[in-house]
């Protein structure tokens, strides 16, 4: 079973920065598709970033420019750099992974972030 384990939770006033690794154990080219989804207070979850197989990457409009989701090959990690964070930033992000389009995903335990305003 695949593990991902998040870390970088915490807690930033407006304007500054986080990033969340997500350590993916096996070989992270076997994803077609890695990516972060946070939760907001309201229960609402939504797609952060995700990237494929063949790099391309898709942000959630409220995030573009700001975030950047990258992959490290050699270590099996997925980053996600935030900047410029924002209060309505806030939530649990979630890293998961897709092995096929058929596929469940699996997904990270959680990581919290928090910007005050």
């Known amino acids: 079973q695949v593990q991902l384990v998040e870390s970088g939770e915490g807690l930033v006033q407006t304007g500054g920065s986080l990033r969340l690794s997500c350590v993916v154990s096996?070989?992270?080219?076997?994803?077609?598709?890695l990516g972060w989804y946070r939760q907001g207070p309201e229960l609402q979850r939504e797609l952060v970033a995700s990237m494929g197989d063949g790099l391309d990457t898709i942000y959630a409009d409220s995030v573009k420019g700001r975030f950047t989701i990258s992959k490290d090959n050699a270590r099996n990690t997925l980053s996600l750099q935030m900047n410029s964070l924002k209060p309505e930033d806030s939530g649990i992000y979630y890293c998961?992974?897709?092995?096929?389009?058929?596929?469940?995903?699996?997904w990270g335990q959680g990581t919290q972030v928090t910007v005050s305003s």
């Open positions: 998961y992974a897709l092995r096929c389009t058929s596929c469940r995903a699996d």
């Open positions: 096996g070989n992270i080219f076997s994803f077609i598709t």
